[in-house]
Protein backbone atom coordinates (compact mmCIF):
# COMPACT_ATOMS: atom_id res chain seq x y z
CA UNK A 1 0.00 0.00 0.00
CA UNK A 2 1.80 3.36 -1.00
CA UNK A 3 0.92 5.81 1.45
CA UNK A 4 3.06 9.18 2.01
CA UNK A 5 5.08 7.35 5.17
CA UNK A 6 6.08 4.21 7.17
CA UNK A 7 3.45 3.68 10.13
CA UNK A 8 0.47 5.18 8.73
CA UNK A 9 -2.91 3.23 9.39
CA UNK A 10 -6.02 4.96 8.81
CA UNK A 11 -6.36 4.75 12.88
CA UNK A 12 -2.79 6.18 13.36
CA UNK A 13 -4.07 9.36 14.19
CA UNK A 14 -5.28 7.98 17.15
CA UNK A 15 -2.61 7.79 18.65
CA UNK A 16 -2.44 11.33 18.28
CA UNK A 17 -3.91 14.40 20.27
CA UNK A 18 -7.07 15.53 18.53
CA UNK A 19 -8.21 19.26 18.63
CA UNK A 20 -12.60 20.22 18.29
CA UNK A 21 -13.68 16.48 18.71
CA UNK A 22 -17.29 16.37 20.17
CA UNK A 23 -17.56 15.09 24.01
CA UNK A 24 -20.06 12.32 22.87
CA UNK A 25 -21.81 10.76 25.86
CA UNK A 26 -22.06 7.41 25.05
CA UNK A 27 -18.56 6.00 23.32
CA UNK A 28 -20.70 2.43 22.97
CA UNK A 29 -22.97 4.01 20.20
CA UNK A 30 -20.18 6.15 18.63
CA UNK A 31 -18.16 3.02 17.92
CA UNK A 32 -21.99 1.17 16.59
CA UNK A 33 -22.64 4.20 14.38
CA UNK A 34 -18.87 4.14 12.97
CA UNK A 35 -18.88 0.32 12.35
CA UNK A 36 -21.91 0.47 10.15
CA UNK A 37 -20.60 3.60 8.42
CA UNK A 38 -17.51 1.23 7.30
CA UNK A 39 -19.58 -1.08 6.02
CA UNK A 40 -21.89 1.67 3.58
CA UNK A 41 -20.72 2.27 -0.29
CA UNK A 42 -17.94 4.96 -0.54
CA UNK A 43 -19.22 8.59 -1.02
CA UNK A 44 -17.14 9.50 -4.07
CA UNK A 45 -14.54 7.23 -5.77
CA UNK A 46 -10.79 6.71 -6.49
CA UNK A 47 -10.61 7.50 -10.01
CA UNK A 48 -12.75 10.98 -9.24
CA UNK A 49 -10.45 11.72 -6.41
CA UNK A 50 -7.45 11.07 -9.01
CA UNK A 51 -8.59 13.38 -11.63
CA UNK A 52 -9.22 16.08 -9.30
CA UNK A 53 -6.06 15.98 -8.50
CA UNK A 54 -4.31 15.93 -12.08
CA UNK A 55 -6.52 19.36 -12.46
CA UNK A 56 -5.36 20.59 -9.24
CA UNK A 57 -1.43 19.62 -10.39
CA UNK A 58 -2.77 22.20 -13.72
CA UNK A 59 -3.30 24.85 -11.18
CA UNK A 60 0.25 25.27 -9.66
CA UNK A 61 1.11 26.29 -12.45
CA UNK A 62 -1.21 28.62 -13.53
CA UNK A 63 -3.08 26.30 -16.31
CA UNK A 64 -6.24 25.68 -14.07
CA UNK A 65 -7.89 27.87 -11.29
CA UNK A 66 -9.64 26.13 -8.48
CA UNK A 67 -13.17 27.81 -7.25
CA UNK A 68 -14.07 26.20 -3.93
CA UNK A 69 -17.35 27.45 -2.34
CA UNK A 70 -20.11 27.26 -0.34
CA UNK A 71 -21.88 26.95 3.34
CA UNK A 72 -19.26 27.71 6.21
CA UNK A 73 -21.80 25.11 7.74
CA UNK A 74 -24.37 23.19 5.74
CA UNK A 75 -27.96 22.30 7.50
CA UNK A 76 -29.35 18.85 7.40
CA UNK A 77 -33.02 21.50 6.92
CA UNK A 78 -31.72 22.64 4.01
CA UNK A 79 -30.84 19.43 2.18
CA UNK A 80 -33.66 20.37 -0.46
CA UNK A 81 -33.35 19.94 -4.43
CA UNK A 82 -34.02 23.86 -4.89
CA UNK A 83 -31.15 24.61 -2.34
CA UNK A 84 -28.71 22.38 -4.41
CA UNK A 85 -29.27 23.63 -6.88
CA UNK A 86 -29.17 27.31 -6.38
CA UNK A 87 -25.72 26.44 -4.73
CA UNK A 88 -24.57 24.70 -8.07
CA UNK A 89 -25.95 26.94 -10.16
CA UNK A 90 -24.57 30.18 -8.83
CA UNK A 91 -20.68 27.92 -8.83
CA UNK A 92 -21.00 27.57 -12.33
CA UNK A 93 -21.90 31.25 -13.09
CA UNK A 94 -19.15 32.26 -11.02
CA UNK A 95 -16.95 29.78 -13.22
CA UNK A 96 -18.03 30.44 -16.55
CA UNK A 97 -16.72 34.11 -15.72
CA UNK A 98 -13.81 33.06 -14.31
CA UNK A 99 -12.90 30.52 -17.40
CA UNK A 100 -13.42 33.23 -19.86
CA UNK A 101 -11.61 35.85 -18.05
CA UNK A 102 -8.59 33.67 -17.09
CA UNK A 103 -8.11 31.79 -20.20
CA UNK A 104 -7.81 28.47 -18.27
CA UNK A 105 -10.33 25.61 -16.81
CA UNK A 106 -12.21 26.33 -13.58
CA UNK A 107 -11.78 23.63 -11.55
CA UNK A 108 -15.20 23.78 -9.68
CA UNK A 109 -14.86 22.18 -5.74
CA UNK A 110 -18.20 22.21 -3.52
CA UNK A 111 -17.81 23.01 0.56
CA UNK A 112 -20.98 20.63 0.08
CA UNK A 113 -22.29 17.49 0.09
CA UNK A 114 -20.36 16.85 3.59
CA UNK A 115 -19.63 20.14 5.34
CA UNK A 116 -21.43 19.21 8.06
CA UNK A 117 -18.73 19.60 11.21
CA UNK A 118 -17.39 22.82 12.57
CA UNK A 119 -14.61 23.51 14.96
CA UNK A 120 -15.45 26.33 17.21
CA UNK A 121 -13.27 28.64 19.23
CA UNK A 122 -14.97 27.60 22.95
CA UNK A 123 -16.61 24.46 23.74
CA UNK A 124 -19.01 25.78 26.03
CA UNK A 125 -21.19 28.92 24.58
CA UNK A 126 -23.85 30.93 27.34
CA UNK A 127 -26.73 31.68 26.12
CA UNK A 128 -29.76 33.32 28.48
CA UNK A 129 -27.61 32.25 31.59
CA UNK A 130 -27.30 28.46 30.55
CA UNK A 131 -24.23 27.38 29.33
CA UNK A 132 -24.21 24.67 26.51
CA UNK A 133 -21.88 23.17 24.64
CA UNK A 134 -21.17 24.74 21.83
CA UNK A 135 -22.74 24.22 18.26
CA UNK A 136 -20.35 22.22 15.97
CA UNK A 137 -22.24 21.22 13.39
CA UNK A 138 -25.13 19.19 12.14
CA UNK A 139 -23.05 16.10 11.74
CA UNK A 140 -22.53 16.29 15.76
CA UNK A 141 -25.43 18.26 17.62
CA UNK A 142 -28.27 20.86 16.49
CA UNK A 143 -27.91 24.79 16.95
CA UNK A 144 -31.00 25.42 19.01
CA UNK A 145 -29.70 26.57 22.48
CA UNK A 146 -31.75 23.86 24.85
CA UNK A 147 -29.31 20.98 26.67
CA UNK A 148 -31.01 18.48 24.66
CA UNK A 149 -30.23 20.05 21.17
CA UNK A 150 -26.90 20.49 22.26
CA UNK A 151 -25.56 16.77 23.16
CA UNK A 152 -23.75 15.41 20.63
CA UNK A 153 -25.92 12.96 19.18
CA UNK A 154 -23.18 10.35 17.10
CA UNK A 155 -26.47 8.73 15.22
CA UNK A 156 -26.01 12.12 13.67
CA UNK A 157 -22.78 10.88 11.75
CA UNK A 158 -24.70 8.45 10.04
CA UNK A 159 -27.39 10.92 9.12
CA UNK A 160 -24.84 13.31 7.74
CA UNK A 161 -23.34 10.44 5.17
CA UNK A 162 -26.61 9.96 4.12
CA UNK A 163 -28.01 13.63 3.45
CA UNK A 164 -23.81 13.87 1.68
CA UNK A 165 -25.52 10.90 -0.54
CA UNK A 166 -28.47 12.30 -1.78
CA UNK A 167 -26.79 15.37 -2.22
CA UNK A 168 -24.03 13.65 -4.39
CA UNK A 169 -27.16 12.14 -6.14
CA UNK A 170 -28.91 15.18 -6.73
CA UNK A 171 -25.27 16.91 -8.15
CA UNK A 172 -24.46 14.35 -10.20
CA UNK A 173 -27.66 14.77 -12.06
CA UNK A 174 -27.44 18.17 -12.60
CA UNK A 175 -23.71 18.25 -13.61
CA UNK A 176 -24.89 15.43 -16.09
CA UNK A 177 -28.24 16.03 -17.44
CA UNK A 178 -28.09 19.28 -18.93
CA UNK A 179 -28.55 21.74 -16.27
CA UNK A 180 -25.17 22.90 -16.14
CA UNK A 181 -24.98 23.69 -20.46
CA UNK A 182 -22.37 25.91 -21.20
CA UNK A 183 -24.96 28.24 -22.91
CA UNK A 184 -27.85 28.02 -20.11
CA UNK A 185 -25.41 28.74 -17.33
CA UNK A 186 -24.63 31.89 -19.72
CA UNK A 187 -28.21 32.96 -19.87
CA UNK A 188 -28.51 33.03 -15.62
CA UNK A 189 -25.37 35.29 -15.81
CA UNK A 190 -27.54 37.81 -18.76
CA UNK A 191 -30.01 37.54 -16.48
CA UNK A 192 -27.73 38.33 -13.37
CA UNK A 193 -26.05 41.66 -15.14
CA UNK A 194 -29.68 42.62 -16.32
CA UNK A 195 -31.16 42.81 -12.95
CA UNK A 196 -27.79 43.97 -11.01
CA UNK A 197 -27.63 47.68 -9.81
CA UNK A 198 -24.21 47.50 -11.28
CA UNK A 199 -25.04 45.58 -14.21
CA UNK A 200 -24.06 48.15 -16.43
CA UNK A 201 -20.15 47.24 -15.47
CA UNK A 202 -20.67 43.44 -16.52
CA UNK A 203 -22.52 43.84 -19.54
CA UNK A 204 -19.27 43.69 -21.80
CA UNK A 205 -17.41 40.79 -20.34
CA UNK A 206 -21.09 39.07 -20.17
CA UNK A 207 -21.55 40.20 -24.15
CA UNK A 208 -18.33 38.81 -24.85
CA UNK A 209 -18.75 35.30 -23.51
CA UNK A 210 -22.26 35.29 -25.60
CA UNK A 211 -20.03 36.01 -28.73
CA UNK A 212 -17.38 33.22 -27.96
CA UNK A 213 -20.29 31.14 -26.82
CA UNK A 214 -21.93 31.95 -30.42
CA UNK A 215 -18.69 32.00 -32.48
CA UNK A 216 -18.09 27.91 -31.29
CA UNK A 217 -21.79 27.57 -32.62
CA UNK A 218 -20.88 28.87 -36.06
CA UNK A 219 -18.46 27.28 -36.49
CA UNK A 220 -19.95 24.24 -36.19
CA UNK A 221 -19.05 22.97 -32.69
CA UNK A 222 -21.49 20.57 -31.66
CA UNK A 223 -23.33 21.89 -28.87
CA UNK A 224 -24.46 17.81 -27.34
CA UNK A 225 -20.62 17.11 -25.98
CA UNK A 226 -20.03 16.34 -22.81
CA UNK A 227 -17.43 19.73 -22.72
CA UNK A 228 -20.57 21.88 -23.33
CA UNK A 229 -22.86 20.50 -21.63
CA UNK A 230 -21.97 18.70 -18.61
CA UNK A 231 -19.75 20.09 -16.05
CA UNK A 232 -17.01 18.11 -13.77
CA UNK A 233 -17.94 19.19 -9.91
CA UNK A 234 -16.24 17.85 -7.09
CA UNK A 235 -16.78 18.18 -3.61
CA UNK A 236 -15.18 19.01 -0.10
CA UNK A 237 -15.19 19.50 3.40
CA UNK A 238 -13.48 20.57 6.40
CA UNK A 239 -11.81 16.83 7.56
CA UNK A 240 -12.65 17.30 11.55
CA UNK A 241 -14.33 14.50 12.69
CA UNK A 242 -11.57 11.54 12.53
CA UNK A 243 -14.02 8.96 13.40
CA UNK A 244 -15.84 9.45 10.20
CA UNK A 245 -13.54 10.34 7.97
CA UNK A 246 -11.90 6.67 9.12
CA UNK A 247 -14.79 4.85 8.50
CA UNK A 248 -14.91 6.10 4.95
CA UNK A 249 -11.75 5.41 3.91
CA UNK A 250 -11.20 2.75 1.99
CA UNK A 251 -8.59 0.92 -0.51
CA UNK A 252 -8.67 1.51 -4.02
CA UNK A 253 -9.34 -1.98 -5.63
CA UNK A 254 -7.20 -1.17 -8.75
CA UNK A 255 -4.18 0.18 -7.39
CA UNK A 256 -4.02 -0.80 -3.29
CA UNK A 257 -3.56 3.04 -2.14
CA UNK A 258 -5.89 4.74 0.38
CA UNK A 259 -8.69 7.21 -0.52
CA UNK A 260 -10.58 9.11 1.70
CA UNK A 261 -14.08 8.48 0.24
CA UNK A 262 -16.36 11.07 1.78
CA UNK A 263 -15.23 14.03 -0.21
CA UNK A 264 -12.75 14.59 -3.45
CA UNK A 265 -10.74 16.86 -1.52
CA UNK A 266 -10.20 17.51 2.69
CA UNK A 267 -8.78 20.60 4.37
CA UNK A 268 -7.48 20.68 7.76
CA UNK A 269 -8.55 24.53 9.38
CA UNK A 270 -6.54 26.55 10.90
CA UNK A 271 -7.72 25.43 14.60
CA UNK A 272 -6.72 21.80 13.12
CA UNK A 273 -2.85 21.60 11.96
CA UNK A 274 -0.66 20.91 14.70
CA UNK A 275 2.34 18.75 13.49
CA UNK A 276 2.04 16.60 15.62
CA UNK A 277 -1.60 16.59 15.64
CA UNK A 278 -4.10 13.60 14.82
CA UNK A 279 -5.56 15.38 11.88
CA UNK A 280 -2.19 16.04 10.00
CA UNK A 281 -1.45 12.33 10.93
CA UNK A 282 -4.72 11.46 9.52
CA UNK A 283 -4.67 13.43 6.32
CA UNK A 284 -0.93 12.61 5.64
CA UNK A 285 -1.57 8.98 4.86
CA UNK A 286 -4.97 9.12 1.85
CA UNK A 287 -3.46 9.84 -1.33
CA UNK A 288 -6.74 12.51 -1.57
CA UNK A 289 -5.68 16.18 -2.43
CA UNK A 290 -5.55 17.73 0.85
CA UNK A 291 -5.77 21.60 1.40
CA UNK A 292 -4.83 23.43 4.73
CA UNK A 293 -6.06 27.05 5.96
CA UNK A 294 -3.44 29.15 7.19
CA UNK A 295 -3.93 32.79 9.24
CA UNK A 296 -1.71 35.50 9.88
CA UNK A 297 -0.71 33.90 12.95
CA UNK A 298 1.05 30.92 11.42
CA UNK A 299 5.08 30.34 12.24
CA UNK A 300 7.38 29.58 8.80
CA UNK A 301 9.33 26.38 10.01
CA UNK A 302 6.04 25.24 11.38
CA UNK A 303 4.48 25.67 7.74
CA UNK A 304 7.50 23.90 6.17
CA UNK A 305 7.70 20.97 7.97
CA UNK A 306 4.03 20.76 7.78
CA UNK A 307 4.39 20.75 3.92
CA UNK A 308 7.33 18.21 4.28
CA UNK A 309 4.46 16.07 6.17
CA UNK A 310 1.91 16.49 4.13
CA UNK A 311 3.66 16.49 1.05
CA UNK A 312 7.13 14.44 1.32
CA UNK A 313 7.31 13.88 -2.56
CA UNK A 314 6.33 17.56 -3.41
CA UNK A 315 3.96 15.91 -6.04
CA UNK A 316 1.78 18.65 -7.61
CA UNK A 317 -1.78 18.82 -7.01
CA UNK A 318 -1.67 17.32 -3.20
CA UNK A 319 -1.11 20.32 -1.71
CA UNK A 320 -3.18 23.48 -1.31
CA UNK A 321 -2.39 26.17 0.74
CA UNK A 322 -5.58 28.14 1.81
CA UNK A 323 -4.12 31.58 2.89
CA UNK A 324 -7.01 33.52 5.26
CA UNK A 325 -4.78 36.46 6.37
CA UNK A 326 -7.22 39.57 6.54
CA UNK A 327 -6.99 42.14 4.58
CA UNK A 328 -5.21 44.41 6.60
CA UNK A 329 -2.30 41.62 6.78
CA UNK A 330 -2.19 39.61 3.84
CA UNK A 331 0.82 42.80 2.88
CA UNK A 332 2.49 41.19 5.27
CA UNK A 333 1.92 37.76 5.68
CA UNK A 334 1.87 36.74 2.43
CA UNK A 335 5.18 37.43 0.87
CA UNK A 336 7.58 35.70 3.35
CA UNK A 337 5.10 32.18 2.96
CA UNK A 338 5.54 32.80 -1.09
CA UNK A 339 9.14 33.28 -1.22
CA UNK A 340 10.23 30.35 1.18
CA UNK A 341 7.93 27.59 -1.04
CA UNK A 342 9.39 29.30 -4.00
CA UNK A 343 12.98 29.08 -2.75
CA UNK A 344 12.17 25.24 -1.33
CA UNK A 345 10.77 24.83 -5.25
CA UNK A 346 7.20 23.12 -3.61
CA UNK A 347 4.33 23.11 -5.79
CA UNK A 348 1.49 24.39 -4.25
CA UNK A 349 -1.96 25.23 -4.97
CA UNK A 350 -2.07 28.98 -3.75
CA UNK A 351 -5.83 29.95 -2.88
CA UNK A 352 -7.29 32.67 -1.18
CA UNK A 353 -9.84 32.81 1.57
CA UNK A 354 -10.87 36.30 1.83
CA UNK A 355 -13.66 35.23 4.67
CA UNK A 356 -11.98 33.64 7.94
CA UNK A 357 -9.93 36.42 8.81
CA UNK A 358 -12.33 39.40 7.68
CA UNK A 359 -15.10 38.66 10.08
CA UNK A 360 -16.78 41.11 12.69
CA UNK A 361 -19.46 41.41 15.01
CA UNK A 362 -22.31 44.49 13.78
CA UNK A 363 -23.53 46.75 15.52
CA UNK A 364 -26.70 44.96 16.06
CA UNK A 365 -24.61 41.86 17.22
CA UNK A 366 -24.71 39.63 14.02
CA UNK A 367 -21.18 38.23 12.55
CA UNK A 368 -21.09 39.69 9.57
CA UNK A 369 -18.24 40.24 6.71
CA UNK A 370 -17.38 43.37 4.52
CA UNK A 371 -18.15 42.82 0.85
CA UNK A 372 -15.47 45.52 -0.11
CA UNK A 373 -13.23 43.77 2.67
CA UNK A 374 -12.98 40.32 0.62
CA UNK A 375 -12.53 42.23 -2.79
CA UNK A 376 -9.70 43.90 -1.02
CA UNK A 377 -8.08 40.46 0.48
CA UNK A 378 -8.61 38.75 -2.87
CA UNK A 379 -7.07 41.76 -4.58
CA UNK A 380 -4.24 42.02 -2.74
CA UNK A 381 -3.51 38.51 -2.92
CA UNK A 382 -2.96 38.52 -6.68
CA UNK A 383 -1.20 42.00 -6.83
CA UNK A 384 1.64 40.28 -4.00
CA UNK A 385 1.25 37.18 -6.40
CA UNK A 386 2.10 38.77 -8.97
CA UNK A 387 4.75 41.24 -7.50
CA UNK A 388 6.40 37.77 -6.41
CA UNK A 389 6.02 35.75 -9.82
CA UNK A 390 4.37 33.52 -7.50
CA UNK A 391 0.86 31.77 -9.40
CA UNK A 392 -2.40 32.61 -7.56
CA UNK A 393 -3.80 29.35 -8.16
CA UNK A 394 -7.73 29.60 -6.62
CA UNK A 395 -10.15 31.44 -4.18
CA UNK A 396 -12.01 29.92 -1.44
CA UNK A 397 -15.26 32.00 -0.79
CA UNK A 398 -18.50 31.13 1.43
CA UNK A 399 -21.55 31.54 -0.67
CA UNK A 400 -25.04 30.73 -0.96
CA UNK A 401 -27.52 31.13 -4.13
CA UNK A 402 -29.68 32.36 -1.40
CA UNK A 403 -30.82 35.31 -0.91
CA UNK A 404 -29.51 35.98 2.24
CA UNK A 405 -28.26 39.43 3.74
CA UNK A 406 -25.33 37.96 6.03
CA UNK A 407 -22.63 39.97 4.61
CA UNK A 408 -22.93 43.46 4.62
CA UNK A 409 -21.99 45.65 1.15
CA UNK A 410 -22.11 44.91 -2.93
CA UNK A 411 -24.13 46.22 -5.25
CA UNK A 412 -27.04 46.14 -3.07
CA UNK A 413 -25.50 48.12 -0.45
CA UNK A 414 -26.94 46.07 2.48
CA UNK A 415 -26.13 47.73 5.71
CA UNK A 416 -26.33 46.63 9.23
CA UNK A 417 -29.98 46.81 9.79
CA UNK A 418 -30.73 44.86 6.63
CA UNK A 419 -28.88 42.08 8.90
CA UNK A 420 -31.83 41.02 9.86
CA UNK A 421 -34.08 40.73 6.89
CA UNK A 422 -33.01 37.04 6.03
CA UNK A 423 -29.77 35.82 8.42
CA UNK A 424 -30.06 32.29 8.19
CA UNK A 425 -26.58 31.23 8.79
CA UNK A 426 -25.60 28.84 12.05
CA UNK A 427 -22.41 29.61 11.60
CA UNK A 428 -20.40 32.31 9.49
CA UNK A 429 -22.01 34.84 7.10
CA UNK A 430 -22.05 33.67 3.09
CA UNK A 431 -22.08 35.86 0.32
CA UNK A 432 -25.79 35.39 -0.82
CA UNK A 433 -26.32 34.61 -4.78
CA UNK A 434 -25.83 38.51 -6.17
CA UNK A 435 -22.71 39.34 -3.99
CA UNK A 436 -21.37 36.47 -4.92
CA UNK A 437 -21.39 37.18 -9.15
CA UNK A 438 -20.37 40.20 -8.53
CA UNK A 439 -17.16 38.98 -6.60
CA UNK A 440 -16.64 36.85 -9.77
CA UNK A 441 -17.18 39.60 -12.47
CA UNK A 442 -14.71 41.86 -10.54
CA UNK A 443 -11.96 38.95 -10.25
CA UNK A 444 -12.57 38.69 -13.92
CA UNK A 445 -11.98 42.18 -14.81
CA UNK A 446 -8.61 42.01 -12.42
CA UNK A 447 -7.22 38.64 -14.16
CA UNK A 448 -8.06 39.92 -17.62
CA UNK A 449 -5.60 42.89 -17.03
C1 LIG B 1 -14.13 27.42 7.72
O1 LIG B 1 -13.62 27.26 6.60
O2 LIG B 1 -15.35 27.47 7.90
C2 LIG B 1 -13.22 27.61 8.87
C3 LIG B 1 -13.58 27.31 10.10
O3 LIG B 1 -12.04 28.13 8.49
P1 LIG B 1 -10.66 28.32 9.27
O4 LIG B 1 -10.18 26.95 9.68
O5 LIG B 1 -9.80 28.95 8.22
O6 LIG B 1 -10.92 29.23 10.43
CO1 LIG C 1 -16.55 29.45 8.06
Request: with cysteine.
Amino acid sequence: MKTANNNWSKSSWKEFSAQQQPNWPNQAVVDRVLNELETLPPLVFAGEIRSLKALLAKAVTGDAFLLQGGDCSENFAHVTAPRIRESLKVLLQMAITLTYAGGVPVIKVGRIAGQFAKPRSSDTETVGGLTLPSYRGDMVNGADPTVEARTPNPKRMLKGYNMAASTLNLLRAFTRGGFAALHRVQAWNQEFVSQSPMGMTYERMAKQIDQAIQFMETIGIAMDTPQINQAQFFTSHEALLLGYEQALTRIDSTTGDCYDCSAHLLWIGERTRQIDGAHVEFLRGVLNPIGVKIGPDYDLDNIKRLVEILNPENEAGRLTLITRFGKDRVEQMLPPLLREMKREGKNIVWSCDPMHANTFTSAGGRKTRNFSDIISETTSFFEIHWNEDTVPGGVHFELTGEDVTECIGGARDIDDKDLDINYETTCDPRLNAEQSLELAFQIAEMIRS
